[in-house]
């Protein structure tokens, strides 16, 4: 029997692993069709998992799409702090198989990190609130804090029905924060609480030539071509230093402050090692700013996909009948995501040639967030972490996106506590997705400290 968290924590690494390999083993894809069963497979292990540990009225909520899955232990009395635990157990599609290096739902732990899809995005880190609930309550009897939990299966694709779950369950989640690990550490033994994530508007464009394949010899030159006019409108997109050009794009885009560049551009960054590990010569983007602040603080346009014409092996002439892009832009407070993807609609619209047709789809979008960083709730973040890493963490903002952080302080006035556990390097959304054990079990003790540190603020909001 252990006496503290930390001897339980220690005690049971062995177990934890074994478990995180179960539940990363179940390829919850959300975007899959063909994975439906798997994200309810998961969402019922995670359940199962959550009851095992004491955890109490753990529901699964069917939406129109996958489950969410929630769970509470509130017994810290009403004048402790109630959070809310926010993560997700849903994963991106593992494609490109074949550059894993083992299969991505065969979890292999090498070199002290734990290769699978979904390690450090989010499961691994869902886990480590799961793992450090369940060493409070084997070593404790309690929580410290009341906690909700809710873990959601839609967040790669949009977050769409949790959305509206939240409207309509808004006393069953009332908390004063939202903890959430789904971010970055600044790196290897650099702790972060992120105090920003960029927004994202989504857009597909679709262009049409001439209404079927033509031969390039008989018409090339006298019709225009889909893919030549597409390229035209993707350049017109933004400027050589790095400008978005669709009108009205940065009316909203609130300047970094002075002081905000400052502490921002405080943090060392290594622009050769970061070069070197993509094998660029060159970084790029918009003029004016510094790469830390690209990469984090200022809105970027960018395509994700592109098609058109004939793309298998070999030659073969042809003059497309269409072609399409998808784009995304991440956006900064205070741009809001429908009306960027109105101003873009218009824009491409207008810079499109006469001689094809466009249509414009918004596919999907987030706004974008901010925690003010002198809440007591971040300096106890703060205190977690500087106790379970033994080191000072830092203040960063982070380029990705997490929709669901603006609608929890829209729907319930909860800030997000984006205390995040990954390394910028884990290749999420990548093959060979990996987490850092280290970073693991930290993690796991920083979240029992943080449980304590609330639990002790002198007065609570
Ligand atoms: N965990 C990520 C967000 C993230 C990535 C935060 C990198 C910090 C650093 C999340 O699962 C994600 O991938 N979000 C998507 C948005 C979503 C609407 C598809 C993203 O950022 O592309
Ligand atoms: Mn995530
Ligand atoms: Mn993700």
Not at 233 to 244: A, C, E, V, W
């Amino acid at each position: 029997m252990s006496k503290n968290f930390l001897e339980y924590i220690q005690n049971g690494r062995d177990r934890f692993l074994d478990e995180l390999k179960e539940v990363l083993s179940i390829p919850s894809v959300s975007n899959s069709e063909e994975n439906k069963q798997d994200v309810l497979k998961c969402a019922n292990w995670l359940k199962a998992h959550m009851d095992s540990i004491g955890i109490r009225n753990t529901k699964i909520f069917e939406t129109k799409g996958h489950p969410i899955v929630y769970g509470d232990y509130m017994s810290a009395g009403d004048d402790k702090p109630f959070i809310l635990i926010y993560g997700h157990y849903d994963v991106q599609p593992p494609d490109p198989l074949d550059l894993w290096t083992s299969p991505p739902f065969k979890p292999v732990i090498k070199d002290g990190k734990i290769y699978g899809r979904g390690t450090a995005d989010d499961k691994g880190q869902i886990f480590i609130h799961l793992k450090a609930i369940e060493s409070l309550l084997q070593t404790e009897g309690t929580l410290p804090v009341n906690v909700k939990i809710i873990f959601e299966g839609e967040e790669e694709i949009g977050s769409d029905n949790l959305e509206e779950f939240i409207s309509s369950h808004t006393d069953l989640l009332k908390a004063d924060y939202v903890v959430i690990s789904d971010t970055s550490m600044y790196e290897k033994g650099k702790p972060a609480i992120c105090y920003g994530l960029r927004g994202l508007c989504f857009m597909q464009i679709d262009v049409t030539g001439p209404n079927r394949d033509l031969h390039s010899g008989t018409y090339g030159g006298g019709v225009d071509n889909p893919i030549n006019a597409l390229a035209e409108i993707i350049s017109k997109l933004k400027s050589p230093d790095g400008k978005i050009l669709v009108d009205g794009f940065y009316d909203d885009v609130a300047d970094l402050t002075a002081e905000e560049r400052n502490e921002l551009n405080k943090l060392p960054t290594d622009e050769e090692a970061f070069k070197k590990d993509l094998n660029i010569n060159a970084v790029k983007g918009e003029t004016g700013y510094t790469l830390v602040e690209r990469l984090t603080a200022r809105p970027t346009l960018d395509c994700n996909g592109i098609w058109g014409g004939f793309e298998g092996k070999g030659a073969k002439t042809v003059l497309p009948s269409i072609a399409g892009a998808k784009v995304s832009m991440r956006l900064v407070p205070d741009q809001d995501p429908d009306k960027i993807a109105k101003l873009f609609e218009k824009f491409v619209n207008k810079i499109t040639p006469d001689s094809v047709k466009v249509k414009v789809t918004n596919l999907h979008g987030g706004k974008p967030s901010v925690t003010p960083i002198n809440s007591p709730a971040i300096k106890a973040a703060m205190s977690a972490l500087r106790k379970g890493f033994e080191t000072e963490p830092v203040f960063i903002k982070e380029g990705g996106s997490i929709p669901i952080v603006n609608v929890f302080k829209e729907k319930l006035g909860a800030d997000a506590i984006l205390m995040g556990f990954g390394l910028p390097d884990d290749d999420i959304h990548s093959p060979n997705e990996k987490f850092d054990l280290d970073n693991f079990f930290k993690g796991i003790i920083s979240v029992c400290y943080y449980y304590h540190e609330l639990s002790n603020l002198e007065k609570f909001k």
